[in-house]
């Protein structure tokens, strides 16, 4: 069973304290120890007579021993990125699997690619992989590997092989089902309380995006009243001879003001936005991890109920029930350790948007 | 600089009452009333604390005292009152005439009409303001006795006299042309900075929802907690701190104000010079017919196509008798019209001289109070920026503390 031994590589067996997931987490940080770099890049137009899409070249470069080659670049479109979610989900139903950039933009679509919008997907695209490649048990996945390998051939007929879309989607529909059915019986209370957790955090990041989005505009309305506003004192300073100087001086200082707004917002939109947008889709991801969780354990439940009432073909339950034992507290132990990763990963990104937004609002105000 | 009203006396518009009475038309209306105090300057020399007189007036009476001014002195720039209502608003702003910050607003914009008016050399001397001051009753009496708006210009006078003048002193048709552009360009500067105001109030209240949201948050965080929830203290701070701001910008908009409304004084002015030099043209025209008429009779030559030319060749000659006591009478007119032409000059070269004199002493004014409203709007800037730092230091240490 293939998924359960990738879920060993963080087997029960192995300590899991606090500060061993530190040294992990560190571990990954530190560039000179990483073996596998990943850069997306140079977006290219596609016109075929059916549909126009829009290709990423993704380029690795790693040291490490299962690769061929210690290059690769390839080209890949949006439609790969999703298929390579789908099979990590597959493979790792409780691990958490880093969000991708929204099918569609929702509001004000004129045109499908706009280059603002392409250039979006790419960074996310880009940080799509890299989180991935950082991930201590998800780096080392099979389709991850022939996601950055394999050239477009062989992806195509690669990707034809294993469960359909269809069978991946009845399990997430079967996981929504058995929550609706009144939740879990035996749900561990450390997964309770991540649920809690999940639907606190999930409504206060969804407030926080429409707050964040709300002072960008705002900044940007200011912008656009400043700009009107230097010039006015150049132009009254035409008509003055005494006071010219100090008029046109206040002129300077207000264009001054504008460009620093602008940087101001640059910043919000380069660096606060996209974070907190990534959490917003990461809100969702989780709460899809925590019901495929449930899911698990929903198997083992039943048959455990099973049991109770099949003496007959006891022995047969009894070893199933063995192995979903087993799965549960893999699922379980991964989703743990998975969780606390993620939330360090999470105090990191929101620590270090913030301390950015207040250090950009600092430069704005000094200069 | 000579000896001023505002070196004897203190002057003060202390405080504002809300009052009910009954209009000309005996209805009932809602006004407000303001309290002028006056004290005596030299007793206070002597540490003896004078006694102050107090008196309260309503807007309609500044109004009355100011064109009372305008048609009395009118080569001097009469300093302007505050608006009659609430203009240039931005949306935290009430246009209405009761808000208390409006009216608070409008207090101070009246002392200070009447400072200016008492540290005026020539208007600082004039007994209706002294009594607008001092006498509680009777003062508007006093005010109408002086038939003053006998006096005053008609408009439609002074918009003919605009387009018809042929020969203004070039330096009131320059000075006409600056006010107009003062007026229009502070007019505009206003207008704009209302709306950055209301865009810059936008931007400060938004991060006020911070402090909210990162308060709940922080209860579900361990870690994050203290840094979130202190953080949003800060940003509410954040938030708060605009109110402050954008009410001592509105003084910076009132001392712009004041001279927009200035623009239209010295326009005044200008209108005037105009309506006196149409006059003197007018009356030099007058003459000079007069003198040809005189000519033409003397001498029996027709130079001139005149109605009265054609009528007389028409239905006959005048004889000699008639023709004498026409002559008679153009003379005696001459002779007065050149008097009054002597005079209308004067009058003239006196207004022209009186006059450049007060715009001389106004420029320096104004140059002055302007230069000194935007070091106040820049010093209030750097003020902004400077409580800016401050509070995203502290949200910094907080965030890098999560």
Not at chain 2, 160 to 184: G, I, W
Request: with cysteine.
């Amino acid at each position: 069973d293939a998924s359960l031994a990738e879920a060993n590589s963080f087997s029960p067996s192995m300590p899991t304290s606090p500060s061993s997931m530190i040294n992990q987490y560190k571990f990954e940080e530190e560039p000179e120890l990483r073996d596998l770099f990943i850069t997306v890049d140079d977006p290219e137009s596609h016109i075929t007579a059916i549909e126009t899409f829009i290709t990423y070249r993704v380029v690795t470069k790693t040291s490490r021993s299962e690769f061929d080659s210690s290059e690769y670049e390839v080209r890949r479109r949006y439609q790969d990125f999703l298929w390579l979610k789908s099979k990590l989900e597959e493979a790792h139903p409780t691990l958490i699997i880093p969000p991708l950039p929204e099918k569609f933009i929702m509001k004000g679509m004129v045109e499908r690619f706009n280059d603002e919008f392409i250039e979006t997907r790419r960074k996310a695209l880009h940080k799509f992989l890299n989180r991935i490649a950082d991930h201590p048990t998800l780096t080392f996945n099979e389709d991850f590997k022939i996601f950055l390998t394999a050239q477009a051939w062989e992806l195509s007929s690669h990707k034809k092989q294993g469960p359909g879309l269809l069978s991946r989607m009845g399990q997430t529909v079967r996981a929504v089902a058995s929550s609706v059915r009144g939740g879990v019986k035996n749900r561990p209370e450390m997964f309770t309380e991540m649920n809690d957790y999940m639907e606190t955090f999930s409504q206060k990041i969804n407030v926080l995006d429409k707050i964040a989005h709300r002072i960008y505009k705002e900044e940007r309305e200011y912008f656009n009243e400043m700009k009107e506003y230097g010039p006015i004192h150049t132009l009254w300073s035409a008509s003055e001879e005494d006071i010219a100087d100090s008029l046109k001086g206040v002129a300077s200082c207000i264009d001054k003001c504008c460009k620093a707004t602008e940087k101001r917002m640059a910043g919000l939109s380069e660096n606060l936005l996209p974070i907190i947008h990534e959490y917003v889709l990461y809100s969702e991801i989780l709460m899809g991890v925590l019901k495929r969780r449930d899911l698990i354990q929903g198997e083992l439940d039943s048959k455990v109920d099973a049991l109770a009432s099949k003496r007959a073909e006891k022995d047969a339950i009894t070893e199933e029930i063995g192995k979903l034992e087993d799965k549960v507290e893999c699922a379980n132990n991964a989703l743990k350790a998975d969780w606390e990763r993620w939330k360090q990963n999470m105090q990191y990104d929101m620590r270090s948007a913030f301390t950015n937004v207040a250090e950009n609002n600092l430069h704005y105000y000094e200069e | 600089m000579e000896d001023c009203l505002s070196k004897k006396i203190e002057i003060t518009v202390s405080e504002a009452e809300k009052r009910t009475g009954r209009n000309a038309m005996n209805m009932q209306e809602t006004y407000t009333a303001y309290l002028i105090e006056t004290r005596a300057v030299e007793s206070q020399n002597e540490g003896q604390c004078s006694p102050v007189d107090s008196l309260w007036r309503r807007y309609s009476e500044f109004e009355l005292l100011r064109n009372y001014l305008l048609v009395t002195f009118p080569h001097i720039v009469v300093p302007p009152l505050p608006e009659k209502r609430a203009d240039f608003v931005w949306h935290k702003l009430s246009a209405d005439n009761m808000d208390p910050d409006f009216v608070e607003r409008r207090r101070i914009g009246l002392e200070n009409f009447l400072l200016r008016v008492a540290s005026h050399p020539v208007l600082c001397q004039d007994n209706i303001f002294y009594s607008f001051l001092t006498q509680e009753g009777g003062w508007k009496e006093m005010v109408n006795e002086t038939g003053f708006q006998l006096k005053a210009d008609s408009r439609l006078k002074a918009l003919n006299a605009t387009f018809r003048v042929k020969n203004p002193d070039k330096r009131f048709t320059e000075l006409k042309h600056y006010s107009d552009e003062l007026q229009s360009v502070i007019s505009h500067l206003l207008r704009v900075r209302a709306r950055v105001a209301d865009r810059l109030y936008g931007v400060y209240k938004v991060h006020g929802n911070y402090g909210r949201v990162f308060s709940e948050w922080s209860a579900i965080e361990k870690e994050m907690g203290d840094g979130l929830q202190s953080a949003g203290h800060h940003m509410d701070v954040y938030a708060a701190s605009i109110d402050d701001i954008l009410e001592e910008e509105e003084h910076y908009a009132d001392q712009l104000k004041e001279y927009l409304f200035y623009a239209e004084a010295l326009r005044a002015v200008c209108r005037k010079h105009e309506l006196m030099q149409y006059d003197l043209e007018m009356a030099a025209q007058d003459l000079t017919s007069k003198k040809q008429q005189c000519e033409e009779l003397a001498t029996g030559t027709v130079r001139t196509f005149s109605l009265k030319g054609m009528t007389s060749k028409l239905f006959g000659q005048e004889n000699p008798e008639q023709r004498e006591a026409k002559i008679k009478v153009l003379e005696e007119q001459i002779q007065e019209g050149e008097e009054q032409l002597k005079s209308k000059n004067l009058e003239g070269r006196d207004f022209v001289k009186s006059a450049w004199a007060d715009i001389e002493r106004f420029k320096e004014q104004k140059n002055h109070d302007l230069k000194e409203a935007l070091i106040s709007y820049a010093v209030m800037q750097i003020s902004m920026c400077k409580k800016g730092i401050q509070v995203w230091t502290n949200a910094k240490e907080c965030f890098s503390k999560m």
